[in-house]
């Protein structure tokens, strides 16, 4: 893909003009464990009450999705003290890795947060152990490691990160 001018990452809810681009997304193999495909993270997310998912744009290019859960437990198996929501699925298209996008949609989201979760105190979310770019790339946007492993899912132990909300 060539090398564009970067605008400013934004995000925005996932609906039906969105979702179809979205299906062309894609991570690296090696990544597709701990993602999954973006057709079925969107299908899920269809069937889950309280969660939003939500689409990274670079203008108006779709270069990324997460999702937000209304109620962390969902993420990391437990409740928390403080009104938490989670985070699951977020990834940046794999021909747009590289360029510092993902650190711009998570300052993005954060704000996001703050703006329309004005309740939530705290941001949960689960990384594979193994996942060391991921791991630096949530350290560098605040997240902090709170100690405790979430064995569900597919791609084996995962460390439980968060974050709190302004």
Known sequence: MP????QPIRIAPVDATVRQALLGLGVRPRQRDCVGAIADLLADAASCPGCEP???LHGDTPVGYYRIDANARSVAGRDFDLPALGLR???IDA??????????ALAALIADLAERHRQARLLVLAVASGNRPA?????RAG??????LYHGGRSGPQQLLRRDLP
């Open 54 to 56: 939500m689409a990274i």
């Open 143 to 148: 997240f902090v490691d709170s100690g405790a």
């Open 95 to 104: 021909a747009w890795q590289g360029r510092g996008l993902g650190a711009q």
């Open 3 to 6: 090398m564009h001018k970067l």
């Open 89 to 91: 699925a977020f990834f």
């Open 135 to 139: 791991l630096r790339l949530y350290g």
